[in-house]
């Protein structure tokens, strides 16, 4: 009986060690955001010679204003997996498209900081984003239902004429899209 509870637990204490082994997380691209795991067999991964041209839609609400939505943190996850799979950031090129819920997230620092009364997450986030090459673009018609003005906008964002016509413009350049919430 003693023998076999000794088996037992050793045989639990080994799959707990197996299972407990620090995981090696990575930030290929975007450093700062996006951490993701970098494995060590795939059967699937990205082309490291293609050129990747993708489109993110993002709707989030600002439930939490004092933290950045995963949506837009993903954005930088999609990145970072690309570059971890060998894709160049000169291979990748990504642009967002920001709206409905989501469009406060583009404000300055000081307009987010008057509206929501906490340091805005969204700004070095998107600045680095930016910096990486990534287009962020608010939708012109949310932008402004919202009753944000031009120049709460954050340095680099552009304004589109609407989400719905970057998105048909971007899918017609042959841009991959996704919608995140």
Not at 4 to 16: D, E, G, N, V
Not at 17 to 32: A, D, G, H, M
Not at 53 to 80: G, M, W, Y
Request: hydrophobic fraction near 45%; charged fraction near 20%; include cysteine.
């Amino acid at each position: 009986m003693k023998l076999r509870i000794i088996i037992a637990f050793s045989l639990l204490l080994i799959t707990q060690l197996s299972f407990s082994q620090e995981k090696k997380w990575v930030n290929p691209i975007i450093k700062n955001y996006g951490r993701i795991l970098e494995l060590e067999k795939v059967d699937v991964a990205p082309d490291p010679n293609m050129e990747y041209k993708i489109l993110i839609e993002l709707v989030h609400k600002l439930d939490k204003p004092e933290s950045a939505a995963f949506a837009a943190t993903n954005v930088a996850r999609l990145i970072n997996l690309h570059g971890v799979g060998g894709v160049k950031p000169e291979n990748l090129k990504v642009a967002v498209v920001i709206h409905a819920g989501a469009t406060s997230s583009i404000l300055n620092a000081d307009a987010y900081k008057s509206k929501y009364e906490v340091e805005s997450p969204y700004a070095p986030l998107y600045k680095e984003l930016m910096e990486a090459g990534v287009e962020v673009i608010v939708c012109g018609q949310s932008y402004s239902m919202y009753g944000n003005k031009v120049e709460d906008l954050m340095p680099g964002v552009k304004i589109g004429t609407s989400a719905l016509t970057t998105i048909s413009t971007y899918q017609l350049k042959g841009y991959a899209f996704f919608k995140w919430e």
